[in-house]
């Protein structure tokens, strides 16, 4: 079994910078795939970003494309989520997702652009 918080979203304005944090509790942490989704106010959950268990096999969705990094830190247990020149378009709850068919998910946290 796997938990997962996220945290770290927020208000930000059109260009601005965040980055999200995963926190992830149990044993199997560094061994699995884990991603970022979102879903906006009346859209369906879409994928953002996902990596392999070392970290170094990333694919990311074409709308974040060159925007935004995925990274996690298998010591710390934690998944980032670095996102640049965001847009009003990114606002959404932001999600992250482990295991290889995304059985485990966290409660979400909120991020929202300003134009």
């Known amino acids: 079994q796997v938990q997962l918080v996220e945290s770290g979203g927020g208000l930000v304005q059109t260009g601005g910078s965040l980055r999200l944090s995963c926190a992830a509790s149990?044993?199997?942490?560094?061994?699995?795939?884990m991603g970022w989704f979102r879903q906006a106010p009346g859209k369906e959950r879409e994928f953002v970003a996902n990596?392999?268990?070392?970290?170094?096999?990333?694919v990311y969705a074409d709308s974040v494309k060159g925007r935004f990094t995925i990274s996690r830190d298998n010591a710390k247990n934690t998944l980032y989520l670095r996102m640049n020149s965001l847009k009003p378009e990114d606002t959404a709850v932001y999600y992250c997702?482990?295991?290889?068919?995304?059985?485990?998910w966290g409660q979400g946290t909120q991020v929202t652009v300003s134009s």
């Open positions: 997702a482990a295991g290889d068919s995304w059985d485990f």
């Open positions: 990596t392999r268990w070392n970290g170094r096999s990333t």
């Open positions: 149990g044993r199997t942490f560094s061994s699995l795939p």
